[in-house]
């Protein structure tokens, strides 16, 4: 009606711009990958050809390549599964004590950037630094330090750590949500104990499975991190790291189109795997609508096994969150990296935190990530607000193409999307963004969009329209309504999104590491790596302390607003 | 008061354009509880929500008192928030974010002039005695139970004294003790308080019980309206007289039709020939369905009383159901039910003769 007419104009923004955020920087990545020229400045249309695609892709270095991202990712996947499926059934299947430690403890790892995890266990395990090493060789008596993080094996192991959380988080539900009285009911059917669980219990289990195990693949994929650290100094390379190093090179001219060309196969992997999620995902959600509520799980009697049990989950939570903490904030103390005992003890010194404080770069990158931080979580904020009320809300033609173009960046790995705004960035040389914390916010923003647009549905949808309905008959003109109803129901969500915004842009490493350009630029993901790189490692200790420190305080909040979310939304209908 | 004229409503889904009332013309009275009753996608809601102002109709004339709030010529839509209107929706739609007091405060913060605050208090714990929820004024509205959360909208609606109250399903969220005892309760209340009501529902009733008039609705027009009394015992449609309540059916044509005051004709049925009600109009050879509820279906022992309008039936089931005896029976092809008193003896099989009294029997035109 005419009211609806009046507010197609901003619809009409709404769309284009999540269009032209999307569609222009795949572009730039599809054409720069058939561009003959060497820099993207130089890019033309004329200048088109196959040649990317047949260097790379009849280099033998491009299949050891593939075959090492298969072992990384598969390696990884299989083991972090198997954590999480064993956590996940003894916390809710088995009389385990001590549940609540691992409820709260499990999802708390989330909050290690996998950057520093990486970068504690090199100096754990690193051949020529590293503690357990050292210690071992001590007391031993060993010639060769006995493990070397340094290869396919330290990835598959730290990456199978990183992925428990996540995959925990979805098989909590999954299991919880096995109903007894389904195979109860294929037991009065005549069922043998064992069939029962084969036809009923794992056939409903198995689209669940299948979808994590597919997101966890997803991730260990896009991971760029930890094949950076463990995988780049032993000349180990996966898909995400290759094309980082073909663009950051330092020894001979890069050939962008070359890491163009490499993308694209990556981004085929993964939009194809993305698109089995999502239809995993619909299974599963079909099955959930069967399962029964309002019942106990029978739990599994682990007798003597009880506390071994807790000591697994114990040594797991140790090893993912606690050592890695213990080790930085212990090197931090330090002026060079030594064994424990009593000697070092007494070295101990504050002088990192000290040079940290004056050191000029730190504080440049602090101001930065506060910049690009804010900016970009109050921009996914915003845009994936209007996003949702278009797809929500609106009768708008587009409504259905705009939510799955604010899907599409889920599908591309975060390095891919980084080339891809690297071409746009330098081709657009008459906006000086290119290597700006804008640069760097602008990608995050449309990385994080799906994630943003995914959590304003849900909150948008669970907003009843009687709610405002009813502000309106009680006398509240629309602009009332918006303010004393909509805005404080929607608050939670807001403020929820924003901080899961920070907590992701203030650890991912590989998209600014492609988009910031000169040292006055640098943000606190690329300060730490670059620190590392030059071998300060007491001052990336220090860092990594203080950082490690304030991500836990602002996974609490989440955990706090994930509370009150609760609270404020689940009586309403 | 409120007077509807010739409502027409049209609403977009993704499966097209829906027209979802055709034709609604219809009056409350001052002080009346009016209530729309239907099956699910009839328009009462529809048509409800129209009044409220929460969608704008294609057509037609809608009045609040004496103001005209809708008219498509001259084109005059009032927004919701001028009509002066308590509502009730079926979901209540109690604000989580605000407690019971600022839940039934909200309608008095946006009067203007504004109130002052004592005045926003004494009225806000007036509407909450009103509806026995005083003392909960501090509780954060997500911890109410249903039956609470019902009479907090409740409270919402009335605390600034519209001059019409719009309830849409208030009681179907509720269980059905609660159902039963809140029936009373509500229309007690607004009959106390004197105020205008149109009440929507689907449960024959709720309707039968709490209004002054029903208005039967389907297919988003407007079946019959009347008093309770009206609607069950003189159902003027097939349509009326299956929803309303249950009911046998017999399909005949007219052999004879009545003269002088009675009125009584005679319809030929499989059955035998039945005396009945007929309607204006119906001339030998018309063909009718007659209309006769379960409960003035008797059963005779004594046929030497009684002449006219017995059936020979057998039993065929009995339904024990606490406060009576249903009884299924079939008389040749026909299948009647009747209710009896639950003393009654009785059995599967037995043969009974049935007595469908003339003046109970209406007949219905059939096309």
């Not at chain 1, 602090?366 to 921009?379: D, E, G």
């Not at chain 1, 924003?498 to 988009?515: D, F, K, N, S």
């Not at chain 2, 504004?114 to 007036?126: C, F, G, W």
Request: hydrophobic share 50%; proline share 6%; net charge positive.
């Amino acid at each position: 009606m005419r009211a609806t007419s009046r507010l197609l104009f901003w619809q009409y923004g709404v769309f284009l711009l999540v269009l032209g955020l999307v569609l222009v920087p795949l572009s730039f990545l599809i054409l720069g990958s058939f561009s003959t020229a060497r820099l993207p400045t130089d890019f033309s249309l004329e200048t088109m050809g196959w040649v990317n695609y047949l260097k790379v892709y009849t280099d033998p270095e491009t299949y050891a390549l593939l075959g090492n991202t298969v072992i990384y990712v598969a390696g990884s996947a299989l083991l972090g599964i198997s954590l999480a499926v064993t956590l996940a059934w003894l916390v809710e299947r088995t009389n385990m004590p001590g549940k609540v430690w691992i409820y709260a403890g499990v999802p708390m790892t989330l909050a290690v950037p996998g950057m520093l995890q990486a970068m504690a266990w090199v100096l754990l395990l690193s051949p020529r630094i590293g503690l357990i090493n050292k210690s071992l060789q001590n007391l031993l008596d060993l010639d060769q330090p006995p493990i070397n993080i340094y290869s396919l094996g330290g990835m598959v192991f730290l990456e199978g750590l990183r992925l428990v959380p996540t995959a925990f988080l979805m098989l909590v539900p999954l299991m919880r949500s096995m109903d007894p009285t389904l195979e109860e009911a294929a037991a009065v059917s005549g069922a043998r104990p064992f069939s029962a669980t084969r036809k009923i219990t794992l056939r409903l289990l198995a689209p669940g499975l299948v979808a994590v195990m597919i997101y966890q693949l997803m991730t260990a994929l896009e991971v760029f991190e930890i094949p950076g650290i463990l995988g780049l100094p032993a000349g180990i390379y996966v898909f995400s790291t290759k094309i980082y190093a073909i663009i950051r090179s330092a020894t001979f001219m890069p050939v962008y189109g070359q890491a163009n060309a490499l993308a694209m196969v990556y981004l085929l992997i993964a939009v194809v795997t993305t698109y089995f999620y999502a239809r995993m995902i619909s299974r599963v959600e079909k099955y959930t609508i069967i399962t029964g509520k309002g019942y106990r799980p029978r739990q599994f009697d682990l007798e003597g096994w009880r506390y071994p049990a807790v000591a697994f989950v114990f040594l797991y939570l140790f090893l993912a969150i606690l050592l890695p903490f213990l080790v930085f904030a212990y090197a931090s103390f330090l002026s060079y990296l030594q064994t424990p005992s009593l000697e070092a003890m007494k070295s101990m010194t504050l002088k990192n935190y000290r040079f940290l404080a004056q050191y000029g770069e730190a504080g440049d990158a602090l101001k930065n990530t506060i910049l690009m931080v804010v900016m970009t979580a109050t921009a996914t904020v915003l845009l994936s607000f209007f996003v949702s009320l278009v797809v929500v809300r609106s009768k708008f033609w587009g409504r259905k193409l705009l939510d799955q173009l604010a899907f599409v960046p889920h599908a591309i790995p975060g390095i891919v999307l980084g080339i891809a705004f690297f071409w746009v960035f330098l081709k657009i040389d008459f906006l000086p963004i290119y290597g700006t914390v804008w640069a760097i916010s602008i990608g995050f923003t449309v990385s994080f969009l799906s994630y943003g647009s995914r959590a304003m549905n849900a909150s948008l949808l669970q907003i009843h329209k009687e709610l405002e309905e009813a502000a309106y008959v009680s006398g509240a003109r629309p602009w009332r309504t918006l303010w004393r109803v909509f805005l404080p129901l929607m608050l939670p969500t807001f403020v929820g999104v924003w901080i899961w915004v920070v907590l992701h842009a203030v650890r991912i490493a590989g998209l600014p590491l492609i988009l910031y350009e000169g040292p006055r630029n640098q943000v606190l993901s690329i300060l730490i790596w670059n620190m590392w790189d030059q071998g300060y490692v007491p001052a990336v200790a220090a860092i990594g302390t203080l950082l490690m420190l304030t991500l836990l305080l602002l996974t609490l909040a989440v955990r706090y607003i994930g509370f009150r979310r609760q609270f404020v939304q689940s009586p309403t209908v | 008061m409120i007077k509807i004229r010739n409502l027409h409503v049209h609403y977009q889904t993704d499966q097209g354009s829906v027209h979802a009332v055709r034709g609604i013309d219809l009056e409350v009275q001052q002080g009346q509880f009016h209530t729309l009753l239907g099956p699910s996608g009839c328009g009462k809601t529809t048509t409800l929500r129209s009044v409220a102002g929460l969608e704008i109709p294609d057509q037609g004339e809608i009045f609040i008192s004496d103001d005209l709030v809708f008219s498509t010529s001259p084109e005059i839509i009032v927004p919701p928030y001028k009509r002066d209107i308590g509502m009730v929706f079926q979901s209540y739609a109690i604000w989580p974010h605000l407690n019971v007091f600022e839940n039934v405060a909200f309608p008095l913060r946006e009067m203007k002039p504004r109130l002052s605050q004592p005045e926003i208090h004494k009225k806000v714990t007036a509407a909450l005695t009103l509806v026995q929820l005083d003392g909960l004024a501090g509780r954060p509205a997500p911890f109410l139970s249903g039956g609470q959360q019902q009479r907090l909208a409740l409270a919402r609606a009335l605390v600034k004294e519209p001059r019409v109250l719009l309830l849409d399903e208030p009681l179907s969220n509720l269980d059905a003790k609660l159902r039963e005892e809140t029936r009373f309760e509500l229309r007690e209340l607004v009959k106390r308080l004197k105020i205008t009501t149109l009440y929507v529902t689907h449960d024959q009733l709720e309707a039968l019980t709490m209004s002054d008039v029903v208005t039967v609705m389907d297919q988003g027009r407007m079946v019959q309206s009347g008093t309770p009394i009206e609607i069950y015992q003189t159902p003027q449609e097939r349509f009326v007289a299956n929803f309303v309540g249950s009911t046998n059916f017999i399909e005949g044509q007219v052999q004879r039709t009545g003269t002088g005051p009675t009125q009584f004709g005679e319809v030929k049925t499989a059955s035998g020939h039945l005396r009945c009600i007929l309607p204006d109009g119906t001339t030998p050879g018309t063909n009718v369905v007659l209309v006769v509820r379960p409960e003035d279906i008797a059963i005779v022992s004594d046929t030497s009383i009684q002449q006219e309008n017995l059936l020979r039936a057998k039993v065929e089931a009995v339904i024990f159901m606490g406060d009576a005896l249903e009884c299924q029976l079939s008389v040749g092809n026909q299948r009647l039910r009747t209710k009896l008193h639950p003393s009654s003896s009785l059995r599967q099989g037995q043969h009974v003769t049935l007595h469908l009294p003339r003046e109970r029997c209406r007949a219905l035109q059939r096309p």
